[in-house]
């Protein structure tokens, strides 16, 4: 007879190892789905996720100040350009001819100054030298003239008393007549002279007419200014690139004519960019200035960024809209607004990033934010703080830092500043009227 025992407890055992088995697996798979329930719980209760965000930076519109045909432009969207690096070239040959023709007329006054000086110079030391001979000759006249009065009055007595000729006597009244003439000539030289030394300051010369040399530095300085805005013209001729950045898109085509104020194109700086979330209404409440942020952008989600909130909006999305929604019918359907936040990016390769990219955002809502993020950020103040003027100092601790301000849904102004812990309410004010004391 077989023993057919052993065979039966096989499947007894196996039967039963696949329902522990089973068991264990149930248990492990309850454990799992709780412990991921419980992080999930956990991470929603101290965390703020929002996908309505995007890379934000300040984009520069480059254009010209002047009209004028294109002759050199090669750029592309994506190149990168350094500071006051050429962008465009316009047409600038009539100005540079300008300019020439500017600075060849500078030269000339130059050299006409420089003459009238030494021609100025050397007439005044001329007709000087002319004076003073001139005086000696007058001197020399006078001298002589008087000697011939002498004789000429002896003759004359002589004569009276019958001691001299008619004859003699005549001789000397003609020679005291010439003397009288030559002394006459003589002080006539000695005032042109004293004239020649006055016209020859004043650049009038007897060779002919030279230009005062205070006309020609006037003429000097209008032309200099001229050159200088003609300088500046043809300089303005040449686009530079204000920052440097990232050719982000262009307008114009090399040979085009652009007319002043005409978009060259568009450039962002790599290292200067952030991201701008819209943050719901309902969540705002638990964010505050320093909050660390985790970024995911989704043209990278390989890479890790990290940030923090660096600004809360003061006012709703739907504030800026384009088209107004007067709502004239009456119906009314509460949405849910969305408060701008911008975030700072502080680790993370920002050249990767363009504007505009979409990003997705995890801020840790846990803490107040770093004391140095919110020491950074000036106090918010309100209406109600102008009215009531500085308040007295006082030590705060970090917690009691600003963190909001606005209008709250019953109607009251909310404002918490480090120098004042506790949230006060005042009745909001109308605009041009200021709410009363707080005090």
Known sequence: ??????????????????????????????????????????????????????IESHVITVSSRLDGR??????????RLAENETIAQLYSRPDTLQLDELKARIDHIQTELALARQQIGGGVDSARARLAA??????????????AHNNYTRAQNLYEAKGGTEKQRDIYRYDYQSAQADYQRAQSQVKQDQVAIANAKTGLLSAGQVTNPDVLKSQLEITRAKLAH??????????????????????????????AGQP???????????VEANIKETAVGDLAVGQPVAITVDARPDTTYTGHIQVIGGAATNQFALLPDPNPSGNFTKITQRIPVRIAIDHGPKIQVSPGMMVEVDIDITGDGTTEA???????????DEVRGPAPSSSAEPDDQARTSGHAADGLLASRTPLQPDLRLAPAAPIGRAPDSLD
């Open 70 to 79: 294109v002759t050199g432009f090669d750029l592309i969207e994506g190149d």
């Open 374 to 384: 919110r020491q950074q950020q000036a106090p918010i103040r309100t209406r109600a």
């Open 264 to 274: 060259i194109l568009m450039m962002h700086d790599p290292r200067d960019v952030w």
């Open 1 to 54: 007879m077989t023993d057919t025992k052993p065979e039966s407890a096989e499947p007894k055992t196996a039967s039963t190892m696949r329902r522990w088995l089973k068991r264990v697996a149930i248990v492990v798979a309850a454990i799992l789905v709780i412990v991921w329930l419980a992080f999930w719980l956990h991470h929603r209760l101290t965390h703020v996720s929002e996908n309505d965000a995007r």
């Open 230 to 259: 003609q300088q500046n013209m043809i300089d303005d001729l040449t686009v530079k690139s204000p920052i440097h950045g990232v050719v982000d898109k262009t307008f114009i085509e090399p040979a085009e004519y652009i007319s």
């Open 134 to 147: 001139d005086k000696s000759a007058m001197a020399a006249a006078k001298a002589r003239m008087e000697k």
